[in-house]
């Protein structure tokens, strides 16, 4: 099974000054669109449509990355989740005029930081860590290590146990899904990528990835049901 | 559902399949929450500080009270190719066509009557009638002035 791929269909043609055009034409017709960019296109269109469902796949998808965003700029946890809510409840405002020009995640990230933007004028501080946070770093602003989260004695016990109990349960999954779940987690290769190096079809990997997960997330569970009900 | 839920947590999931896992409703809960746990897995296994609290929940519970999102929805020109076929465009193009022919019939229609007028007058009506007719009617000078006698 292939990935959803999209082909843009936007066409940018560069014309140098002063030579003949014709012969300097640079045609860059069918670029890639990356096959997150497409999938969050199509939610943010069933989205504009009314599918609130739809909407609500993204704040999961984006939530704990904007978290991770606004942690570089506000310190306060509280803080951080208010502005994160407001940022959210501030796109889905506005999602109508989202045209996909730019990724999802750019326009949501650009709210998020004007929304804690605000929120720093607000309290009469100046919003020092923004400065130096510019679209460039936005596009290639992956997660954080840097979570500012209160780190207690009680929080660092269950997160250790959380990736002891992750990792035991990868360790013994059979060695096709392990390998499968390790390739795609810990090395990020696309399930064709994988699909190549297992020498088995697209379908089979995805149903290993999705087999170990299911596998962990099981271990997982009843560590989880307590977290919650300590936190 | 969850292995295709599994695909859309990697970012590997296609089009249809998205359709597919939003079609039934109250679903989204279910999604959110198996994408949260993978999300966990997914943070652990690469070393990442887990976050204390999920907000997922609570944006969208604040999200429920917002008003629906349906109006000035901006069709990009590839959900134009993708989305919408030529047929759809047929009732409004017959419409415009009858309205032509209807159009197009009642101008005709007119021209040629008040072109049959004309040939009836100039041809046929001796000039000395034309000329009577024209001194009895309310375009002469003597029907607006009027005298005492």
């Known amino acids: 099974m292939n990935s959803l791929k999209v082909v843009s269909k936007s066409t940018e043609v560069y014309n140098a000054p002063n030579v003949n055009s014709e012969a300097v034409q640079i045609n860059m017709e069918a670029r890639p669109i990356s096959p997150e960019r497409a999938i969050d296109q199509k939610l943010v269109e069933k989205a504009q449509k009314g599918d609130k469902q739809a909407f609500g796949i993204l704040v999961e998808k984006y939530q704990l990355k904007l978290n991770r965003l606004i942690s570089r700029m506000v310190r306060d946890q509280s803080e951080i989740e208010d502005i994160v809510q407001d940022s959210f409840i501030k796109a889905y405002r506005a999602i109508n005029n989202f045209r996909g020009d730019s990724a999802f995640y750019t326009w949501l990230y650009r709210i998020g930081i004007n929304t804690a933007k605000n929120h720093l004028v607000s309290l009469g501080r100046r919003p020092k860590a923004m400065d130096a946070v510019d679209i460039e770093e936005i596009e290639n602003f992956q997660d954080a290590q840097d979570l500012r989260s209160v780190e207690t004695p009680e929080t660092t016990m269950m997160n250790n146990q959380i990736t002891a109990t992750v990792n035991n349960a990868a360790e013994g999954l059979p060695d096709e899904l392990k390998q499968a779940f390790k390739l795609r987690e810990m090395d990020g290769h696309s399930y064709e990528e994988i699909a190549e190096m297992m020498g088995c079809p697209i379908g089979t990997v995805r149903s290993r990835i999705f087999r170990a997960r299911d596998a962990i997330a099981e271990k997982l569970k009843p560590l989880i049901e307590e977290t919650n009900k300590r936190w | ?149």
Do not use: C
């Open chain 2, 1 to 149: 559902m969850n292995e295709k839920i599994s695909s859309l947590f990697d970012n590997e999931i296609q089009g249809n399949e998205i359709d597919s896992l939003l079609s039934k409703k109250d679903r989204g809960s279910d999604i959110r929450e198996a994408m949260q746990s993978y999300q966990m897995i997914s943070d652990a296994i690469q070393g990442k500080r887990l976050p204390k609290n999920n907000l997922t929940d609570k944006i969208m519970a604040a999200i429920d009270k917002e008003p629906t999102q349906l109006s000035g929805f901006v069709a990009t020109k590839e959900s134009l190719g993708q989305n919408t076929s030529p047929s759809e465009y047929w009732p409004m193009a017959a419409s415009f066509a009858a309205l032509f022919v209807i159009g197009l019939t009642v101008f005709n229609g007119d021209s040629i009557k008040a072109g049959n007028n004309l040939v009836l007058v100039k041809s046929d009506i001796p000039e000395d009638i034309i000329i009577a007719h024209h001194a009895s009617t309310s375009t002469n000078m003597k029907y607006f002035i009027k005298t005492k006698d």
